[in-house]
């Protein structure tokens, strides 16, 4: 069986599309969506529609429970970010809201010959959970809990990246909508955005277990228009982060 891992869209129609025009001349078997679908970027409610058009499972990540409720998340908001949040839910209208409100915190996934798939969006514990590769085992093994799969998947930190947990792997499949390089200078209010779609596929054939990572280009010109074309609040902070 093949399975495509998908996380961390922001709301980047182009970017999704760019990974699902792949998947159409490499099919597989399965989507699976690891949460931050819809919030943050200039088309909302297209992201919704190709969500629901694949018809795929989705876990809840801390940017979707932001639209569901601003104080869900641990982080402190902008108001800049409430801006966008609000045009956001006008955008997806209620029938997007309640869209959102299937996503669920934690999937269990079959992924055939009797593997599976423990996919989350921080951590299995907490959406806000940050697990990059420079962790100490003790933390890592912490934040994970038992490795109650063959193969466990989380997203949020933007970072394609895989480790080793006892006979159980996990992987980061990065972000379709917004891939950054993590050790680029200046802070937030500089992020420079790459022009890649970000995902990973798993292939299970037998007792074999396939791990790819993919990187799409987007193009970055069709990323400014429809950042130009939304008259989302606040949009110069992306026009600056794509244009770079």
Same mark, same amino acid.
């Given at each position: 069986? &093949? ?5 961390? #869209?922001? +709301? !980047? =129609?182009? @970017? ?7 998947? %159409? ?26 969500? &629901? ?5 989705? #876990?809840? +990540? !801390? =940017?979707? @429970? ?7 998340? %641990? ?33 269990? #996934? ?135």
């Amino acid at each position: 069986m &093949r399975t495509a891992l998908v996380s961390d #869209v922001h +709301g !980047n =129609a182009v @970017a999704l599309n760019a990974v699902l025009t792949d998947l %159409e001349r490499e099919p597989v078997d399965q989507v699976v969506c690891l949460g931050d679908m819809i919030q943050g970027g200039a088309e909302p409610a297209e992201v919704v529609r190709r969500l &629901r058009e694949l018809a795929c499972p989705v #876990v809840l +990540g !801390n =940017a979707d @429970a932001f639209l569901l409720d601003p104080e869900s998340g %641990e982080e402190a908001t902008t108001q800049r970010q409430l801006a966008v949040r609000e045009w956001t839910l006008a955008q997806i209208g209620a029938e997007g809201e309640a869209f959102i409100e299937s996503f669920r915190p934690t999937l269990d #996934v079959p992924l055939g010959e009797a593997r599976t798939l423990l996919a989350f969006h921080g951590s299995p514990a907490s959406f806000d959970d940050i697990v990059l590769p420079h962790l100490e085992e003790d933390e890592f093994r912490r934040l994970l809990g038992p490795p109650a799969a063959d193969v466990l998947a989380g997203g949020h930190v933007h970072l394609q990246w895989l480790r080793r947990y006892g006979e159980s792997t996990f992987l980061n499949p990065g972000s379709v909508g917004l891939a950054y390089d993590h050790a680029q200078p200046g802070d937030t209010d500089d992020l420079r955005i790459d022009a890649i779609a970000e995902y990973a596929r798993l292939d299970i054939d037998g007792d074999r277990l396939q791990i790819a990572f993919r990187r799409i280009p987007v193009d970055r010109d069709a990323v400014l228009a429809a950042i130009d074309a939304s008259g989302m609040p606040h949009a110069e902070y992306l026009r600056v982060a794509w244009r770079w």
